[in-house]
């Protein structure tokens, strides 16, 4: 498989974060909606995904001229490489305020090192928000003086009568969560894929019609909208025994030694016309959420975890990713 990136630029708020399985859902409707993309039959494709995937896909994750911002790696604080300084120790309350400090620096900042791509924790900087929001931009774009990544807010909703077009005799507003990412801010999207199933041209023009209709809830009212900016190719990771995952993921049996995560349950929803089916809803799954740190036997990589199947009762060739694309990690305490 080759390995490259996808960097897109926000233009509008969202409202379904851009995680690895979702984008991979985004995605593989493309490929049923325009068949053209992929180079083979995708009913065979999909049957043969679990140990065969001819793709997998990253979260999004912020994008600077000089590297990358992750989520700390979910690991106890004790087993970071902070720095030096920090680790003195002092009176009980100097150690409870080191230890709320090292808390809210919840991001690390790895350098681009020309395609070698690993997360050395003895070489990346600890970031908390406000200090990887500076890494961006010293303006306030926000307002109040906020100096975040991404700003949530709650958006004021309602049922309407679509025959009526009023609230019918019920009045029963309700909220719903959408977030704006900082203006100057770009994302990246990670990938594996097999060249000569899937032409890196192919997966580009899918993304910028995925940028252009709008990415999960609310799409149709505005929400999820995104440019494409720049597809770059870099080398494929090489395989550790120890490793971070860029993506929720499923665990195979017996694929690690031990796992550190933190859990996130996935409730799917179908897209497009399955929406209106009499069962819109996939089963929940748990995964563990971007950010695990795996240890294991032998070395692996550039993936890990399975394919997702049995998730519908209405669609029973309905497939998800639960595969996490995965870099070494160095530098463990």
């Not at 600077?64 to 009176?91: I, S």
């Not at 690993?118 to 990346?124: H, S, Y």
């Amino acid at each position: 498989m080759k390995f490259a990136e996808i960097i897109i630029k926000p233009i509008s708020a969202f409202g379904t974060p851009l995680k690895g399985d979702t984008i991979f859902g985004h995605f593989y409707w493309q490929l049923i909606y325009d068949p053209s993309l992929i180079n083979g039959n995708l009913d065979q494709l999909s049957k043969v995904y679990g140990h065969e995937p001819f793709v997998i896909f990253s979260s999004a994750f912020p994008r600077l001229e000089e590297g990358w911002l992750f989520p700390r790696p979910a690991l106890p604080l004790h087993r970071l490489n902070f720095d030096k300084k920090e680790n003195e120790r002092g009176d009980c309350f100097q150690n409870l305020k080191q230890l709320k400090a090292r808390k809210a620096k919840k991001w690390i900042f790895v350098r681009n090192q020309e395609g070698n791509f690993k997360i050395d924790l003895r070489q990346v900087e600890f970031l908390t928000e406000e200090e990887a929001t500076k890494r961006i931009s010293s303006k306030e774009y926000f307002p109040n003086g906020i100096k975040k990544l991404i700003i949530r807010l709650p958006q004021p909703h309602n049922s309407i009568n679509r025959l009526t077009f009023t609230t019918g005799e019920g009045f029963a507003p309700y909220q719903m969560e959408n977030f704006w990412f900082h203006p100057r801010l770009k994302l990246s999207v990670f990938f594996l894929y097999k060249e000569e199933i899937l032409p890196i041209e192919n997966i580009k023009k899918a993304f910028q019609r995925i940028g252009e209709m709008g990415f999960g809830r609310d799409a149709s009212s505005g929400l999820g909208l995104f440019g494409v900016e720049e597809v770059v190719e870099h080398q494929v990771p090489a395989p550790a025994s120890v490793l971070y995952t860029l993506s929720p993921y499923v665990p195979q049996q017996e694929e690690y030694k031990k796992i550190l995560y933190q859990p996130f349950v996935r409730f799917g929803r179908h897209g497009s016309y399955l929406v209106l089916s009499e069962n819109p809803f996939k089963n929940p799954v748990f995964m563990a959420d971007e950010g695990a740190v795996l240890e294991t036997v032998s070395p692996k990589g550039p993936y890990v975890g399975r394919a997702l199947d049995n998730l519908s009762k209405t669609e029973e060739k309905t497939i998800g990713q639960g595969f996490s694309i995965v870099f070494p990690l160095e530098g463990l305490l």
